[in-house]
């Protein structure tokens, strides 16, 4: 063996995972086929949000308060500020299937939270401009990521722990055997006992099976220069998401006094393969942002001051593949985290270790078992 565990892709959650085993001692090898921190798949941007109160289901709120401790605790290790909490806005209209589970996840989990209508929240938060009927939700545990940074800090602080990282190589393939699993890379082969698969975009490029459960999207974002730019300081302007009739959006406040960042809820694009990215993007392309910009948020000029352009593999349910994929459990998927990713990337990459060493995990992941769609997929053939 050339180690117990090989990691094939370390971006978002790879990375994360890498730094896990590392800290349990484990001898892991992790190959990257770009450089560490790169923005060309899903952790591109400057920023993320990190929030507790989710909007895609309360199930997910364990993983966010185990990723939490983890973020803190990366940045202990690594000396590196990751995490900046500004509290976060859920903004919408109530009793739409986003804002209800928003309040279903405060309530079943006591989250620290203020409710804001009308003329409160207009006199709290006067840069975001509400539509009849709309309220905010304010998590008080929510902030904005540094997704490089992160990255960066993981792999680093898993190499100071003694795992080995391969820059710039390309996985070429993997081969499951009885004896472990083989790793095919820039033309030279290496052995595992057990392999993590974190590949994003590339998901199913190296899972064929899961190929027709990954679309690949291409997303934009866009920074937006500020009227008065005080007031989009993180101690001003919480990180937030907002989803007002068919206008689904989010953004973070400045963090350098710059600029300000938001984008849509759309895709740019189906990619078939994830080489095929362009990174161009149109200034036709972003005119429902600048639209959105202009009537939601009007203390900021509509037009971008620039834009940039990434990808991210998506499932059907927008729910991530997590666990293992054979009889064996020798190969390990993390991938389709559907563009909410990386505020819970530290805790998957302790799920991740935890399924890796001992088989199972504490928290609950029936909705994120790789085998779901498989066994979805052989039920429509068997009326078929």
Known sequence: M???IGIIGLGTVGSMTLWQ????????????QFGIG???S????????????YGEGSEYVPIMKESYRLWRELEKESGN?????TGGLMIGEPGTPFMDNVLKSIERFGLEHEILEGEQAEKRFPQHRLLPGEIMVLDKLAGGLRPELAVVSAVKQAEKLGAKVFSHSLVEGIESGRSGVKVFVNGKEYQFGKVVISTGPWTGVFMPDYKSQITIKRLAMGWFAAKDIKKFRAD????????SGEDKFYGTPTFDGSMVKAAFYINYGILEHPNDLS??????????LRNAVKQYLPDLYPDPVRASVYMDGFTPDEHALVGSIDDQDRIILLGGFSGHGFKMATAIGKIASDLVLEGKTTFELDHLSPKRFLKENAKQEGLT
């Open 38 to 40: 790169h923005d060309y």
């Open 279 to 288: 990174r161009t993007i149109m200034p036709e392309d972003l005119e429902l």
């Open 236 to 243: 001003r302007f919480p990180v937030y998401i907002r989803e």
């Open 2 to 4: 050339d180690a117990d």
């Open 81 to 85: 500020e990751l995490l900046h909490l």
């Open 21 to 32: 085993l590392a800290r349990k001692g484990v001898s892991v090898m992790g190959f990257e």
């Open 42 to 53: 899903a952790a591109g941007g400057e920023s993320r949000i990190f929030r507790t109160a």
